[in-house]
């Protein structure tokens, strides 16, 4: 039942974020929609680069609105000494400062973690980064590409004739999912200690402990894993197979499941308890032959009734939706996830926040226009002195 009393979480906690394109402003977009009041510091006249990246929606950028909803925009001119100053005042009044620039340059504007911390020694600062802090690619640009890169995560991804990127910046929003990770375990110990913390996030850290499987058959297996498109390097049957009018993805994660779907599925229990095919070790040993197998059979099955046997029999299962398919989602639709979100061009749709907490719905704020906060923060802070 949601109570309209109940506050959210962080609702008391100011994050100040010092933040750019993806992986910074993913972090601090979900500290917003948890409560926190979030200012986004901005450059004056440019504003955060990801505003320019497109213009799709009614004329503002995609990755912009997906990021950056419920927070307020300040433009300051941290060149100057006046832009500086302010930034202090506003750290110094806060719980957490968040920031993505280049690596040691907050420290050459006076905003390192020792620093501010020594002036507010509660505070919880984050420093993100590409490669981290030390080490001979510490200066490298690290867009999300060239992370995935390097971190071996295009080397798995793909089809066996072509590495590919994922079609996401995964390495951008995994470094943001433990930024937001640090702040809330911070946050957690400073409740009981009333000590802060200074906590630094790298994009390649976060990738590479992504890539557990691959990297743990490169240290102990000492093979690569191969690129297997949709399928799955270490199971079989994990693919797409076809029907007789499209195609399904098909998942059977363990050896009781292989004998459901050949059984009881695609009606071939000769196959059950083939020594051959038995275990999963040896169908990932005879991979062609299980496929081939598994899709002869389902050739039988328009993509509808395959998809409706296999949810019967607990068979993992699923559509390759194009994206206006998952727009209309009839899985959002039934759970009424869609709602509006204010911007300077009118209102937007965007999907609730992925917690979903059973006493209260989570704000959204709305999107800002570029230094649409900039005179009200900056009297607050007048106010204060």
Avoid: C
């Avoid at 690129?227 to 029907?243: F, K, L, N």
């Avoid at 939706?321 to 009118?346: F, I, M, Y």
């Amino acid at each position: 039942m949601i109570d309209d009393s109940a506050g959210p979480p962080l609702a008391g906690i100011t994050v100040v974020a010092l933040e750019q394109a993806v992986a910074a402003p993913l972090a601090t977009r979900h500290l917003a929609d948890l409560g926190a009041r979030v200012i986004k510091i901005e450059r004056v006249g440019e504003g955060d680069f990801a505003r320019s990246y497109d213009d799709a929606v009614h004329g503002l950028a995609t990755h912009f609105v997906w990021l950056n909803r419920g927070k307020e925009s300040v433009e300051l001119d941290l060149k100057s000494p006046a832009g500086r100053d302010a930034l202090r005042r506003l750290i110094g009044r806060s719980d957490v400062f968040l920031q993505n620039l280049a690596p040691g340059a907050a420290d050459r504007l006076g905003f390192g973690a020792d620093d501010l911390r020594t002036d507010n020694p509660g505070l919880i600062v984050v420093d993100m980064s590409g490669y981290g802090d030390a080490g001979p690619y510490r200066d490298r640009k690290a867009y999300d590409m060239l992370v995935q890169a390097e971190a071996g995560l295009i080397s798995v991804t793909g089809s066996a004739d072509d590495a590919v990127k994922t079609g996401i910046p995964t390495s951008d929003i995994a470094a943001g999912m433990y930024a937001l990770t640090a702040v809330l375990s911070a946050l957690v110990r400073r409740g009981v200690t009333g000590v802060g913390a200074s906590v630094a996030v790298s994009m390649f850290d976060a990738t590479v402990e992504w890539m557990g499987h691959p990297l743990y058959m490169r240290l102990y297996g000492d093979r690569q894993t191969p690129r297997s498109g949709v399928g799955h390097a270490a199971i079989v049957p994990y693919d797409r197979y076809p029907t007789s009018d499209g195609e399904l993805l098909i998942g059977v994660q363990n050896d009781r499941g292989w004998r459901v779907l050949i059984s009881d599925v695609l009606g071939r229990p000769e196959f059950a308890e083939d020594a051959r095919y038995a275990t999963n070790i040896e169908r990932v040993r005879r991979r062609s032959e299980v496929d081939e197998l598994v899709a002869t059979e389902t050739k039988r099955f328009t993509t509808a009734e395959l998809d409706q046997v296999l949810a019967a029999a607990g068979i993992p299962a699923a559509e390759i939706r194009e994206l206006d398919r998952v727009v209309a989602h009839p899985q959002l639709a039934e759970r009424d996830r869609w709602r509006e979100v204010g911007t300077e061009v009118g209102p937007i749709r965007a999907l609730l926040p992925p917690m979903t907490f059973a006493d209260i719905e989570l704000p959204m704020g709305d999107v800002p226009a570029l230094g649409q906060h900039t005179e009200a923060v900056l009297a607050e802070l007048d106010e204060s002195r």
